[in-house]
């Protein structure tokens, strides 16, 4: 490919993402609005943000948060739990409370203590989201401490996705952040309608950096990375220009005492650079040509909607930018995600209002 240090694109979405609540939500909302049109927000806070009205008001805090001068939908999902009403789903979904549902196997993440433990239970929510249209965004792990950390995605797609799609044919499926070979080739030649999400710093890091020189506590997120075959298989995935593929960064940040801890929260902040990073992804694959599809319109197409009206700008400069600096809030600070690779691009300020000396 010629050299290219431009790239005009239609502005990306962030099909995944981790937005927390007060003080957190203020901190870090501003890096995802100043870059994406859109983002799928989790509901994983604590309590989770389960009904059509628990999301609304979520919402509600989340547009508040926004800055002035940044223009940024969120797009919200709602918590199913074992106790989900399918008639609040329903009313829920028909108002635009909520695009999507997420499903936490209970146990498997972060906040998911209060998620499904009995898929069977299930099954009248997962009817009427099939037959109004309603995609189910799946983290797609099984919390059997029999099965080893590194073989959990394929073992629950196996055991859980597999019977689902089987069960429900023309369910919306999302199989979140996917981190393997396996759930790459499901997702590539599955039959119905599902698509994955990949994140940004799963197409960098395999699970060696977690453990490079001591434990790094900063690499830690689940589904954990996994071994550099699997890398691989997630990097031609996202270059590949298939529509089922396309990019949800699942930021999820913590404070830094929660990460650097004897029992470390699992989640990576990576949503200030996230489309830096992605950018030097796509140069390194020689793909370039590829980072629209991926970042901007792979997503909405699968969502129904159309893409974002306006668009971004990156510049390629010579010199790779400094590592990433920490994120201050009121109650702490952030680390942000450092790829540990040479990444030339930025985000080229746009044209404000010219001020008047
Ligand atoms: O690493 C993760 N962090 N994975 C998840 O599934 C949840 C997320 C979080 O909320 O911190
Ligand atoms: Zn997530």
Known sequence: MTHVSRLDLVR???WHLHLRDGAMLAAVLPFTSAVFGRA???????????????????????????????????????????GT??????????AGAFVAAKLYPAGATTNSDNGVTDMDGLSPVLAAMEEIGMPLL????VTD??????????????????????RFPALKVVLEHVTTADGVAYVRD???????????HHLIINRNALFAGGIRPHYYCLPVAKRERHRLALREAAVSGSPRFFLGTDSAPHLDAAKESACGCAGLFTAPNALECLAQVFEDEGALDRLEGFASLHGPAFYGLAPN?????????????AAPAKVPTPDGTLTVFDPGIPVHWRIEAAPGPQMTP
């Open 12 to 14: 990306p979405d962030d």
């Open 40 to 82: 799928i927000v989790m509901p994983n806070l604590v309590p989770p943000a389960r009904t059509a009205a628990e999301v609304a008001a979520y919402r509600a805090r989340i547009v508040s948060a926004v800055p002035a001068g940044h223009v940024f939908e969120p797009l919200m999902t709602c918590y199913l739990t074992d």
């Open 85 to 94: 009403d399918p008639a609040d789903l329903r009313a829920g979904y028909a």
């Open 138 to 141: 799946v983290h797609g792990e």
């Open 145 to 166: 401490p029999a099965v080893d950390i590194f073989d959990r995605e394929a073992v629950f797609i196996e055991r859980v996705l597999e019977p689902v799609r089987r």
């Open 190 to 200: 599955g039959a119905g309608d599902i698509a994955a999400t990949l994140t940004v």
């Open 309 to 321: 009206p306006d668009r971004i700008v990156l510049v390629r400069d010579p010199e790779p930018q």
